[in-house]
């Protein structure tokens, strides 16, 4: 039987943990009252006899009344057992400041034999016992602050969708509704009982002013008041606008929205007065669709956020009846009975608004979003995780034995055939190792993301909230293994192929398509429309590419920045598609000259675009992050990556250009650019380095228990930091041994680039814990504006 501590460890929220009952700290002091009331047993009855007084004519008498005060003390024991009220009572009381705060505090009643560590214990049961009811408070509370919120979004929605619903109906065109900005814009009145909503003005023209009349009306029913009404005009200011109005807000998340928003805050920068009617913002059929995913991302989230909640009351509710059970059972006495009739009065577990407001939720979603169909919409509100398939656990042993067989009959024949040996041609390292390189180290990179899955797991990181992943769909470590274990099987057993009819005597620009194949056969199931093989992963692997490469167009995601950060980590592999890439489109493998492509003086310029691309992607990640935050941290970040960019040039230039300026300029911007990198790594990424810690240079809180971890990780980063050194170094080696150092190289930043994502995640997991934060924060599409000044 598992035990509740693991079983609770097992269930918490992670984002909440600090918030729950620290069982394991009530754990112990329940267990020094047992080795107190060990150290302090009353004496046995039969240790009751004569002697113990001396020798007297009184001893008979002593005896008996020994013995009746005996009985009477098992009677009296009896009879506050049934009256738990006599063993503690628990009061509460509010607080001055806030007459609905309730603070809960214990007094003991009946004496016991551990008196002080009894105490001790109900003192910090009712901190407990607040913690938990202050927390609730404060999150039902913001729920049901974002739930009004929505509500009122959703109503302005359904208004403006009734409105171009008709508008279309009666096949009138709508001219367009005005944002804030206009000269004509909107401006909602505001009471006490009601939601702010949304207005806006419809600019028709003279000839629709009856259809104008009908759209004002219908929204002024809800509330929603225009400049030309009467209620708004006493809202106006000096200069005739309104001082507070509604706008529809899309966020830029796509290049269009992107470029709208620049042009637009670039023309409002450039003319100093609002902008001119017909050329501000529609609301439009478009528009209205992308608010409408929007309030449904919300009320998805606002569903998420109160089953979270709810399983909080659970959890806390049945630590503390397991915590009372252990006191009760150590102490000989009945005292939980009393306790959790004031833990079942508590906030916490008597308040239904959560179950209420979730039931709201349902309904509304049904409604609105699901088409009144209920199972469709709990697909959205309670997506199902996978469950594990032991066939997964199989094919992963059994892709991985055939690996190992496989690359062993590859050495075998590697040797054999001598295409390792200085002495013959080179061809093959050039041609095909390349090729096979730029699958080697895919593979270990998708070996080590496996290893961070199960750390992050096993570690209790959230990292599908992080990235923002769908937990139906989501990667685990096992699939990430059997994707890698498939792959280099798949890899290795055409190397063994090539290999056997290179000695077979076929022809090698025959031989040498293998490859070529192979990569194609990858290339095709990436995109593949099928669902096989994992289509949401690879579907979302693929917008992540694509968001990367239109950088900054694109809005800026966590699971973006960290997919980056591993592309420059994997320029090597890069290198290598450039020259597959004009080794096949060129011809060169019917000629078998693979010089072709090396002599070439475009090859040798995209080595630059190509090495600078990852780091270039990244800055400008960091410009738009800056651009969508104003925050200074971002721009120094973009510094990181343009000093990565300087130092990868200098390198290549003086890898064709070997005199001491250039050694000067690669040696002084590459010791600029690892400090750089360094420092950030550690105390930007990794959140160390911070000397006021209670672990030294590290920080306040870790997720590994031995600090001595951490300490080695920073020196493992600084080593393979530096790995650079290799390249100026200039070590003489023959071609072959310089392409497997190469190679060896390549995958040390690979696997540095692992070892890092298991510290970067922990910090942003540690961030969002040390705020509370387990559900995502939507942007809604309907806000207030002050158009004052």
């Given at each position: 039987m598992v035990k509740f501590s693991k079983e609770l460890e097992a269930q918490l929220i992670p984002e909440w943990k600090d918030a729950f009952v620290n069982y394991w700290q009530l754990k112990k002091h329940v267990k020094k009252i047992k080795l107190s009331g060990n150290n302090k047993k009353p004496p046995s009855s039969h240790d009751l006899n004569p002697e113990m007084f001396g020798r007297s004519i009184f001893d008979p008498i002593r005896f008996v009344a020994m013995k009746v005060a005996s009985c009477s003390s098992k009677l009296l024991l009896g009879s506050s057992s049934n009256n738990t009220n006599e063993i503690i009572q628990v009061k509460s009381k509010s607080m001055d400041s806030d007459e609905e705060e309730v603070l809960y505090q214990t007094e003991i009643v009946q004496l016991f034999s551990e008196e002080d560590e009894v105490r001790v214990f109900f003192e910090r049961l009712d901190g407990e016992l607040n913690k938990v009811n202050q927390f609730y408070k404060m999150k039902e509370s913001e729920f049901l602050e974002r739930g009004e919120i929505l509500n009122k979004q959703l109503q302005i929605l359904l208004d403006l969708k009734q409105i171009v619903?008709?508008?279309?109906?009666?096949?009138?065109?709508?001219?367009?509704?005005?944002?804030?900005?206009?000269?004509?814009?909107?401006?909602?009145?505001?009471?006490?009982?009601?939601?702010?909503?949304?207005?806006?003005?419809?600019?028709?023209?003279?000839?629709?002013?009856?259809?104008?009349?009908?759209?004002?009306?219908?929204?002024?029913r809800n509330g929603v008041n225009f400049m030309n009404s009467a209620s708004c005009k006493a809202m106006m200011t000096k200069k005739g606008k309104p001082k507070m109005a509604m706008r529809i807000d899309i966020p830029a998340t796509t290049p269009?929205?992107?470029?709208?928003?620049?042009?637009?805050?670039?023309?409002?920068?450039?003319?100093?007065?609002?902008?001119?009617?017909?050329?501000?913002?529609?609301?439009?059929?478009?528009?209205i669709q992308c608010a409408e995913k929007m309030i449904r991302s919300a009320f998805v989230e606002l569903y998420r956020g109160l089953g979270l909640l709810k399983t909080y009351s659970s959890l806390n509710m049945v630590a503390f009846t397991k915590i009372l059970k252990k006191f009760d059972k150590v102490s000989n006495q009945q005292a939980s009975a009393s306790y959790l009739k004031a833990v079942k009065r508590s906030h916490f577990i008597s308040s239904d608004k959560v179950v209420r407001l979730m039931d709201e939720v349902e309904s509304i979603f049904t409604n609105h979003f699901a088409n009144n169909d209920r199972k469709k919409a709990m697909k959205f509100l309670r997506p199902q995780e996978q469950k594990n398939s032991h066939m997964v656990t199989f094919f992963v042993g059994l892709f991985t034995g055939s690996f190992v067989s496989l690359f062993s009959v590859y050495v075998i024949l590697a040797h054999l055939s001598g295409i390792f040996s200085p002495s013959t041609e080179t061809a093959y390292m050039e041609t095909v190792y390349p090729v096979f390189s730029v699958f080697a180290l895919l593979s270990l990179h998708l070996f080590l993301y496996g290893c961070n899955l199960f750390m992050w797991k096993a570690t209790r990181i959230n990292y599908n909230f992080i990235f923002e992943f769908a937990s139906s769909t989501a990667l685990k470590y096992r699939d990430a293994f059997l994707i890698c274990t498939t792959f280099m099987t798949s890899v290795v057993g055409a190397m063994v192929i090539h290999l056997l009819l290179r000695a077979g005597g076929f022809s090698p620009s025959h031989v040498d398509t293998i490859p070529g194949i192979l990569l194609l056969i990858f290339i095709g199931l990436l995109v593949c429309p099928f669902d096989i093989v994992y289509r949401p992963t690879r579907y979302c692997f693929l917008r992540i590419i694509r968001n990367i490469i239109c950088s900054p167009l694109y809005k800026v995601l966590m699971v973006d920045f960290f997919m980056a950060d591993q592309l420059t980590s994997q320029i090597p592999l890069l290198r290598h598609l450039e020259s597959t890439a004009c080794y096949f489109l060129a011809g060169s493998f019917k000629t078998h000259e693979y010089a072709t492509c090396k002599n070439g003086k475009m090859y040798r310029q995209l080595a630059y675009v190509i090495s600078f691309l990852p780091y270039y992607w990244r800055a400008m990640q960091c410009a738009r992050r800056w651009f969508d935050e104003y925050d200074l941290n971002h721009l120094a970040n973009m510094g990181k990556y343009v000093s990565a960019m300087v130092a990868a040039g200098a390198r290549l230039t003086y890898a064709t250009q070997s005199n001491n300026l250039w050694f000067s300029v690669v040696l002084v911007t590459s010791v600029v650019a690892t400090v750089y990198q360094l420092y950030w790594d550690f105390a930007k990424d990794w959140g160390l380095l911070n000397p006021n810690s209670r672990n030294p240079w590290l920080r306040d809180d870790l997720i590994l228990k031995n600090k001595s971890i951490y300490y080695l990780s920073i020196a493992l980063n600084v080593v393979l930091r530096v790995a650079w050194v290799e390249s100026i170094m200039r070590f003489r080696f023959n071609p072959v041994q310089t392409h497997l150092l190469d190679f060896f190289l390549a995958s040390l930043e690979v696997i540095r680039r692992g070892h890092w994502n298991f510290y970067r995640l922990e910090n942003e997991h540690l961030n969002n814990v040390g705020k509370f934060r387990a559900v995502k924060t939507v942007p809604l599409p309907f806000r207030e504006t002050d158009s004052d000044g």
């Open positions: 619903t008709d508008c279309q109906r009666r096949r009138k065109p709508v001219a367009g509704a005005f944002l804030q900005r206009s000269s004509n814009s909107f401006c909602s009145s505001r009471n006490s009982d009601s939601f702010s909503e949304s207005a806006a003005v419809l600019n028709d023209s003279s000839t629709e002013i009856s259809q104008t009349d009908e759209v004002i009306a219908a929204l002024e269009a929205r992107t470029i709208s928003a620049v042009t637009s805050m670039i023309w409002e920068d450039l003319v100093n007065h609002p902008k001119k009617e017909g050329n501000g913002d529609f609301i439009n059929k478009k528009k």
